[in-house]
């Protein structure tokens, strides 16, 4: 620390003590708002949105709303914010990151920004990393933002479009980030404004913010539907590599940067297998023939199924579904599949039912999400490692908040093993010392496949007890195949004498809580009521809470005696943040406690990094079978190999938003141009423009300005105009007059190109402008579905345009930027073909009848429509849907509103049912 730091503080320091003169207001007006009854604390919500409509800033009534969520929150939960809580919710307030430690409520710290950015009536969000929190801190603590007379939703999966809109329409709305981010892809695929579900992006603030705004960010969000079905040819190709890797000089794996690719000897190999399989294109050079670039793909998909990504580490199967894990979090993520036929190759890889490739249809990185929020802000017990990325990407400060009551607990050095062996024989002896003594143990382990190991040791493991031998150590195991029982195992893990081994801590929003936790058991025991079909009243409630609480009590002093909650790590992680999150979890609230991490040359990280020089150093030194090294010198090393992994998953983060920021702004203008032409009730004038500029496009193209009437294509031009428009004009003897320009030329085509459209809307009548509109959203996303492929496939190759001394970002950029001037042509082109050449025809609809209709279902994670039956609602097949005939109405019909219910009985919306062209 410099003499400046010690005199003055650090930057930190001074940014918290600046908000204590806040703090000294807030708790001075404590007394006159405890002295409020519930109605008039009530009644301040409406006051304050009153002064902040009227004029006055969230800053201008900070204090007073901090006051008043105080208080609601004391009286609803039995919870007072401590001052150092309500430093944490103005740094949220002000969009900045707060670290505060595990234990110190940051659940609770949220209630007061939340509250006081609602009042502008924009609506909040609260983003959590699944939907176990957020639907139980919508619950918890939306009983204090509904005591306050504000709404509260909760965005989880599986919900329906009116259920999500009723929740974004709240003032208060809980959720994943994945949820949030999908809903806004979905927004900008619907075909009526009716339809979205979001109102915006007014604030934000994340929950777990280093889990999603650094860990999630490296793979962007994605809405894809399904391409044509290759899933024979992966099998095939997965047994081919299968045997193929038995011999490993077939294939290099560098598992330092995760990567694997066929050796000369491999790709002979393969290419010999695969001819004499007949898989490749005849008559081509071999296997590296552009005919054969698709079964090229297959190989190393296929390989890198099988040799970088394993079951139980990467990815677990349940009833036969490949469910990918988080590797921060340790949790499954059900709907998420990898790209490029890689999720399909480990679903061959495991024998399981192969699903089609997807096709891209929206994309976003988690980054140009988020940065979609006018003001966005985060808390976490782990964000100073990487403050240096929250403010380069998200313009975020942190600040760490001091702790309620000073940390006591104790941090060993690492202890550094030879072997896996040893160091799990010395965990096993620390394990049954913690549970001899009856001390609560919490053991962290990088994976499944570990978590479950080192079960299976506790298992196996014979000791004495008062001269009795005992087999095995009772003990729980928390990860992605016990989620369902999460929270139960976690608020157990502070009981004295208990053993939880856990995937991974990161986000798991449940503390532990010494002696167990008395909400969770509770919880628990109406539950039990229930099921006993016992209906439980509030005294019984209160008198059996009264006895937990006694109960838990005298535990806590048990554990507090044997020394607090141990943690004990079993390796380190790739990332620091991981491992914080782990020790963390003891010496809540000035509670005693204990962490240190075991580890040996053989584990990932060390192997990796250091493992032979380390196993070298410690042969040299005479290390036993048994004995461990212990130095700060080596916590040193470590952290500093750390931090490589962690500065290579940065430049991952990064690289992946350069390749996204030149897209960014294209979606944006699609999207909101999309937006603009949903909400629209007429766009004649849009389709005219595009009509007007399609017509010049040609003109210029064929009648170039600076050139001879003898140079001009009139052929070509002739053959456009009747491609694209569907006119027979005389141009080849306009082009003959004297001194003609083709300006002139251009007039003649717009005049003609008019009257044609003038006729057709006479033809089909009001139908005309939901025909323009329908065609003409229907185009946009079909262009950029194709503009983002094309986006794909430019990706996967720019970067070996760096072999010529060229920048792939740059090349990229220029491409990219030639690929959208391109789409917006196509764009117009194919819109003013479509409305200018289609014909229409005329027929009584068909009266419905019994089970001639279908719900429709337009899903677009998986493609699925048409009640899965390749049928539309009136029973014809989808494959026919652009011969479908405009349906003439009833008598009596024109007039339905277009959101009434359809007077044919269908129970369907006028403008989903006769009220639409079909």
């Known amino acids: ?181 999908f809903d806004y892809l979905r927004d900008n695929l619907v075909y009526d404004a009716d339809e979205m579900v979001q109102r915006g992006h007014n604030f934000a603030i994340v929950d777990e913010v280093d889990s999603i705004l650094i860990d999630e960010a490296r793979t962007p969000l994605i809405i894809s539907g399904p391409t044509e079905d290759r899933s024979e040819f992966y099998k095939t190709i997965d047994l081919l590599v299968k045997e193929l890797i038995k011999d490993k000089s077939n294939f290099d794996f560098d598992e330092k940067q995760r990567q694997v690719i066929l050796t000369e000897e491999g790709s ?144 060993d050095d690492d202890e550094v093993y030879r072997t896996a062996a040893e160091k799990h024989v010395a965990i096993i002896g620390l394990i049954e010392d913690c549970y001899r003594r009856g001390q609560p143990i919490l053991v962290g382990t990088v994976s499944i496949e570990k978590s479950e190991q080192l079960s299976e040791l506790l298992k196996a493991h014979k000791f004495e007890v008062d001269g009795k031998t005992r087999n095995g150590i009772p003990h729980n195991v928390l990860n992605a195949r016990y989620h369902e029982q999460e929270a139960l195992i976690v608020a157990d893990a502070g009981v004295p004498g208990a053993v939880t081994i856990a995937t991974n801590m990161a986000g798991r929003g449940t503390d532990i809580q010494l002696g167990g936790n008395v909400d969770m058991k509770v919880m628990q025991w109406r539950d039990e009521q229930r099921g006993l079909g016992v209906e439980v009243t509030p005294e019984m409630a209160l008198e059996h809470k009264a006895r937990i609480e006694g109960e838990i009590a005298t535990l806590k002093e048990q554990a507090l005696a044997a020394g607090g909650l141990f943690v004990l790590g079993t390796e380190r992680h790739e990332s620091r943040r991981i491992d914080n999150q782990l020790r963390g979890r003891t010496g809540r609230q000035g509670d005693p406690g204990h962490s240190k991490f075991f580890l040996s040359c053989e584990d990932d990280l060390l192997r990796i990094f250091a493992g032979e020089r380390l196993d070298g150093i410690m042969r040299t030194f005479g290390v036993q079978e048994g004995e461990a090294i212990t130095h700060k010198w080596l916590n040193s090393a470590i952290a500093t190999a750390q931090k490589r992994v962690e500065q290579r998953n940065y430049e991952i983060r990064k690289n992946l938003l350069k390749y996204d920021d030149v897209v960014n702004d294209q979606r944006k203008a699609v999207f909101e141009q999309r937006a603009e032409f949903m909400a629209a009730t007429d766009l004649s004038e849009v389709i005219a423009e595009m009509r007007r500029d399609t017509i010049e496009d040609f003109v210029t193209r064929h009648l170039p300005p600076k050139a001879y009437a003898e140079q001009w294509d009139v052929e070509g031009l002739e053959h456009h105009v009747r491609e694209f428009l569907g006119l027979d004009l005389p141009i080849k003897a306009w082009a003959a007059e004297d001194g003609i320009a083709n300006e002139e030329i251009e007039e003649r085509i717009v005049k003609a190109a008019d009257a044609r459209v ?76 479509w409305l200018m050449t289609v014909e229409f025809q005329f027929e009584e609809p068909p009266q419905p009848q019994p089970g001639q209709f279908f719900e429709v279902h337009m899903d677009p994670l998986s493609g699925e429509n048409a009640a899965q039956m390749g049928l539309l609602p009136d029973g014809i097949p989808a494959d026919q849907r652009e011969a479908l005939p405009v349906s003439a109405l009833p008598q009596g019909w024109e007039d339905t509103g277009r959101n009434a219910a359809c007077p044919c009985g269908s129970g369907k919306k006028f403008k989903h049912c006769h009220g639409a062209l079909v």
């Open 1 to 181: 620390m410099s003499i400046f730091q010690q005199f003055f503080g650090s930057s930190n320091d001074r940014k918290v003590k600046s908000m204590q003169a806040r703090v000294l207001k807030i708790n001075a007006l404590e007394p006159q708002t405890q002295a409020l009854s519930d109605e008039a604390l009530r009644a301040k919500t409406v006051e304050f949105r009153e002064r902040v409509a009227k004029g006055a800033t969230l800053d201008d009534v900070l204090e007073e709303a901090f006051a008043v969520v105080r208080e609601a929150a004391r009286r609803v939960l039995g919870q007072r914010h401590y001052d150092v809580q309500l430093v944490g919710g103005m740094v949220l307030h002000q969009g900045g990151i707060a670290e505060m430690r595990t234990g110190e409520g940051k659940t609770l710290v949220a209630t007061a920004p939340v509250y006081l950015n609602a009042l502008a009536g924009k609506g909040v969000h609260l983003i959590t990393v699944n939907d176990y929190l957020a639907q139980r801190d919508a619950e918890w603590m939306g009983q204090v933002y509904k005591f306050l007379g504000m709404e509260v939703g909760v965005i989880v999966h599986g919900l329906s479009q009116g259920q999500r809109q009723a929740a974004y329409n709240s003032d208060i709305t809980y959720g994943t980030n994945n949820e949030f981010g």
């Open 268 to 411: 002979e190999r393969i290419e010999e297998i695969l001819l004499a399989g007949g898989h490749l294109a005849p008559d081509t050079a071999g296997l590296y023939d552009a005919a054969n670039v698709s079964a090229v793909h297959h190989v190393n998909q296929a390989l890198r199924a099988n040799v970088l990504y394993q079951l139980d580490k990467d990815y677990i199967v349940r009833a036969g579904e490949v469910i990918l894990i988080d590797e921060f979090t340790g949790r499954m993520m059900h709907g998420r599949r990898l790209s490029e036929g890689l999720h399909q190759a480990i679903v061959a890889k495991e024998g399981a039912v192969i699903q089609p490739e997807n096709q891209t249809l929206a994309s976003v990185t988690i980054q140009n999400y988020f940065r979609l929020y006018s003001k966005i802000s985060g808390m976490t017990g782990t964000a100073a490692t990487e403050a240096q990325e929250f403010l380069d990407i998200y313009k975020m400060d942190v600040a760490e908040i001091p702790t309620n009551r000073p940390v006591v607990r104790i941090d």
């Open 758 to 833: 003038t006729e057709r809307d006479a033809q089909v009548g009001d139908h005309m402008r939901t025909v323009e509109k329908s065609f003409l959203l229907q185009m946009i996303d079909l262009q950029w579905r194709e503009h983002l492929m094309h986006l794909d496939h430019l990706r996967n190759v720019i970067g070996l345009r760096g072999y010529g001394q060229r920048d792939p970002l740059q090349e990229y950029k220029t491409e990219a930027f030639s690929l959208f001037e391109k789409l917006l042509t196509d764009l117009r082109q194919n819109v003013t073909r």
